[in-house]
T-cell receptor, first 118, second 113 residues
Framework: AQKVTQAQTEISVVEKEDVTLDCVYE???????LFWYKQPPSGELVFLIR??????QNEISGRYSWNFQKSTSSFNFTITASQVVDSAVYFC???????????????FGRGTQLTVWP | NAGVTQTPKFQVLKTGQSMTLQCAQD?????MSWYRQDPGMGLRLIHY???????DQGEVPNGYNVSRSTTEDFPLRLLSAAPSQTSVYFC????????????FGSGTRLTVV
């Protein structure tokens, strides 16, 4: 079973629209970390955010915001007023801390391809 | 610049050939790992290391070998390349396991024909 599910394979929006990328995770650990990475067409992985399991506060960084809800095991990512430069593949990832056999591994979702049209 | 350096950026191999993908970091990170990225699959862990002399298998280790003789370097060896190993390979490092932010290299695009 996938530990991280990104159900949206592709999303297309027009510039200035808001868009939310969904991420649902699965873990039995009480301590874990969630990440979002951006992969632009150039191919590198760009770190966006890290959130630990004890901090459910939503976070806003410019046009980016993240909504973490442990009750639904979700860590969704919203881009407000999208821009063409936001076009990329976005990955959600999970790292478990307590489990010895999986400690340190990053489990990635399959990614969401976001295309922002001008 | 501090970070994770991967070489080469592109490589074409013939089936059966062997090669080594290089990964070096200058941040004194103990934890290093290799991932492969395939279309629609996200990134999957191949091998990882928690320090010099210590390595372990990840999710998809078959056909790959690793060693960690120094803190800085973590090469990935393809013993006998197969078309199924056509992929983009990423090396990552972090200062600890679990909650640390991971720094990724720029990737190696490998094609096996």
């Amino acid at each position: 079973a996938q530990k991280v599910t990104q159900a949206q394979t592709e999303i297309s929006v027009v510039e200035k629209e808001d868009v939310t990328l969904d991420c649902v995770y699965e873990t039995r650990d009480t301590t874990y970390y969630l990440f979002w990475y951006k992969q632009p067409p150039s191919g590198e992985l760009v770190f966006l955010i890290r959130r630990n399991s004890f901090d459910e506060q939503n976070e806003i960084s410019g046009r980016y915001s993240w909504n973490f809800q442990k009750s639904t095991s979700s860590f969704n990512f919203t881009i407000t007023a999208s821009q063409v430069v936001d076009s990329a593949v976005y990955f959600c990832a999970l790292s478990e801390v307590n489990r010895g056999s999986t400690l340190g591994r990053l489990y990635f979702g399959r990614g969401t391809q976001l295309t922002v049209w001008p | 610049n501090a970070g994770v350096t991967q070489t080469p950026k592109f490589q074409v191999l013939k089936t059966g050939q062997s090669m080594t993908l290089q990964c070096a970091q200058d941040m004194n990170h103990e934890y290093m790992s290799w991932y492969r990225q395939d279309p629609g699959m996200g990134l999957r862990l191949i091998h990882y290391s928690v320090g010099a002399g210590i390595t372990d298998q990840g999710e998809v280790p078959n056909g790959y070998n690793v060693s960690r003789s120094t803190t800085e370097d973590f090469p990935l060896r393809l013993l006998s390349a197969a078309p199924s190993q056509t992929s983009v390979y990423f090396c990552a490092s972090s200062y600890s396991m679990g909650g640390a932010s991971y720094t990724f290299g720029s990737g190696t695009r490998l094609t096996v024909v």
